[in-house]
């Protein structure tokens, strides 16, 4: 029984390791393309940098920029469902956060987010140890 529990408790954490990072970035990106849109810059966040400057997509025009950060949203949104699947242990959970896992690689080098590249081997290494016990 106590295996079980272990088991839960990781798939919990795996679950937070794949929803923190979405909501995290995909959340404010909707209000950084509507800045986007209305000023034609990318807005200043209060550190000092520009929200979603710095990778290669910033290079892109502002309207590839947006649909990109659309999708961005969609593959966020998509973590979430993957993220609410673990919490409740189901394999396929696992399933989708790894295969989406490319995918939100590409996003962090694209847009430069430091944090979503830290967090990827994170979630990774979290989901692996998990997967077997996961129905």
């Known amino acids: 029984m106590d295996g079980v529990r272990s088991s839960g408790r990781v798939a919990r954490w795996a679950a937070v390791s794949v929803l923190l990072p979405a909501l995290g970035f995909g959340m404010p990106t909707p209000f950084v393309l509507a800045y986007l849109g209305r000023s034609g810059q990318l807005p200043m966040t209060p550190f000092g940098f520009r929200s979603h400057a710095g ?4 290079q892109l025009g502002p309207e590839a920029f947006t649909s ?4 961005f949203v969609a593959a966020c949104a998509i973590d979430a469902v993957a993220a609410a699947s ?13 295969a989406m896992t490319p995918v939100q690689l590409v996003f962090a080098i694209g847009f430069a987010f430091p944090f979503l590249l830290l967090a990827l081997p994170i979630r990774i290494g979290l989901i692996l140890a998990v997967r077997p016990g996961l129905r």
Not at 55 to 58: I, M, Q, S, W
Not at 68 to 71: R, S
Not at 86 to 98: I, P, S, T, V
Request: hydrophobic share 50%.
């Open 55 to 58: 990778g290669p997509f910033e």
């Open 68 to 71: 990109v950060g659309w999708l």
């Open 86 to 98: 673990l919490w409740r242990g189901e394999r396929r959970g696992a399933n989708l956060a790894l």
